[in-house]
């Protein structure tokens, strides 16, 4: 590999704002290496209680390392985001957080479990009865927005940021439209294991190292993030049977709450998990996906599980 460019360990921050300074300067076409704190800002330890997830500073949350100033990158162009290698730490987290999450209203007390990470067996320990497959992304990858002052760093945008797409591992490039000149790439939120749609509010949440290339691209034009997946990308996690709960009726966001809903009451009646649990298990290894949206009025999203989760992982 090329030389790598090193983002130092206290160049973070809490906002999109393209008038911070850049930490580092780089060509387009190199290498970087970002040391990326968790996603509590390590306000949740190793040995933290369900206290600490009560006593959370949003302000201090979400944390992304950088930004990175790529030379001749301009309003217009894409960045080529190709990620290279993630190396985690040996723990992670996951918590459901007061006002936060998909059935937000249906779990108002805080939560927590920490979590063993084993990446060289390739396995997250969540619990007695659930083993993980170890699946590290970053949840936020993003530009700066051209508009001025400070953005919240918690919703995307079409410049991307916290988008949570778990399929964005290593081998994956993702192209990002360039909305301010040197593009200012910034990068955080890593996880260790997380599911489509992340419903509970958070993953299994891990500091990373993450190295990177940088690359801009002016042969073709995107107006909101776009991926390639290199084949076989997708093999390992169709080696599992699945138990799939779906939600039905006339609105999105609804069908995704009634198939979570009833992923949790699966969860408890199948493997006896407690509602918390089954919450946050549902967040870590359920896949959301929309099975139909043209027979109206009703359109269907469905909850994957996949069983060999409860059979010592894979």
Not at 143 to 172: C, Q, W, Y
Not at 267 to 286: K, N, P, Q, T
Request: aromatic fraction near 8%; include cysteine; glycine fraction near 10%.
């Amino acid at each position: 590999m090329a030389s790598i460019h090193d983002v130092p360990p206290d160049a973070f921050n809490y906002v999109w704002d393209n008038s911070i300074e850049p930490a580092l300067e780089i060509e387009s076409g190199e290498t970087v290496q970002l040391y990326v704190r968790d996603a509590s800002d390590e306000q949740i330890h190793k040995g933290s209680g369900v206290e600490d997830v009560a006593k959370l500073d949003f302000s201090h949350v979400n944390p992304v390392s950088g930004p990175v100033f790529v030379k001749g990158a301009k309003p217009g162009d894409v960045l080529e985001v190709e990620l290279l290698a993630f190396e985690a730490k040996d723990w992670g987290w996951t918590a459901i957080i007061p006002g936060f999450g998909l059935l937000a209203d249906e779990f108002p007390d805080p939560w927590l479990r920490i979590s063993e990470v084993d990446a060289a067996a390739g396995i997250v320990r969540f619990g007695d009865k659930v083993t993980l497959p170890h699946r590290p992304f970053p949840g936020t990858l993003g530009v700066a927005m051209p508009e001025p002052g400070e953005h919240s760093i918690v919703p995307p945008s079409r410049f991307g940021g916290n988008m949570d797409v778990k399929h964005l591992r290593t081998g994956v490039r993702l192209f990002l439209p360039v909305g301010v000149e040197g593009a200012l790439f910034s990068l955080g939120d890593t996880h260790a294991a997380q599911g489509d749609g992340e419903v509970c509010g958070t993953a299994i949440e891990t500091a990373m190292d993450v190295i990177l290339r940088l690359t801009v691209r002016r042969d073709f034009a995107i107006d909101a993030p776009q991926f390639h997946l290199p084949a076989g990308a997708e093999v390992e996690d169709a080696r599992t049977s699945f138990h799939v709960c779906t939600g039905v009726g006339p609105d999105l966001m609804e069908c995704s709450r009634n198939a979570v809903r009833a992923t949790i009451a699966h969860l408890g009646d199948r493997y006896g998990l407690e509602r918390e649990e089954a919450y946050a298990v549902a967040s870590v290894a359920a896949d959301l996906r929309i099975h139909e949206v043209v027979d109206a009025p009703n359109w269907v999203v469905g909850a994957f599980i996949p069983e060999a989760i409860f059979e010592g992982g894979r």
